[in-house]
């Protein structure tokens, strides 16, 4: 199963969930008991919390794959330069010397949205998958205090103006 059939799969069990934890706080609360009527409400905020964290989500992989087609449209996207062991499984030590160069080249530009996607890569090559989503979370962010990319055309282009300032 791939990982986009899982996440469809269980966002529909979360769907199903949340169908069900409403019909039980809309029966709790027509208890009119007051431990009902405070446990029906708890039922419906977990629903809210779900589909917040399945926006969030889904959010966080469409603007992940948007940095990715732009990177791919930039030519900047990161090789696979890994050493595999005989059963496919990633080097360490491979890992880690191209996330050493990752994190230098982070370290040397660090409000270039590219290089902190690609540091994400590193990351998730070495099998640190927490900094790897905090690293791409901070590209996106950089990506939307510089705005879109430069067009042939010159539309969009960024240069000559300055960053938005979160002041």
Known sequence: MTSRTG??????????VALICVGEGVQLVATGKPLGIGLGLCAF?????????LRQTVRFGRDSERLARELEAEGGLPVDELERTDGGRID?????????????EAE????????????????????????????M????????????????????????????SNA
């Open 7 to 16: 996440f469809f799969v269980l966002s529909g069990v979360l769907a199903l």
């Open 45 to 53: 905020v977990i629903p809210v919390i779900g589909i917040w964290f």
């Open 92 to 104: 360490r030590a491979s890992a880690d010397a191209v996330f050493a160069r990752r994190k230098a």
């Open 108 to 135: 040397a530009a660090p409000g270039d949205w590219r290089v902190f996607f690609r540091l994400a890569v590193a990351y998730a090559d070495a099998g640190d998958v927490p900094r790897a989503r905090r690293t």
């Open 137 to 164: 979370q901070h590209a996106i962010k950089l990506h939307r205090a510089t705005g879109p990319a430069p067009t042939p055309d010159g539309a969009g282009s960024t240069v000559g103006k300055p960053a938005r």
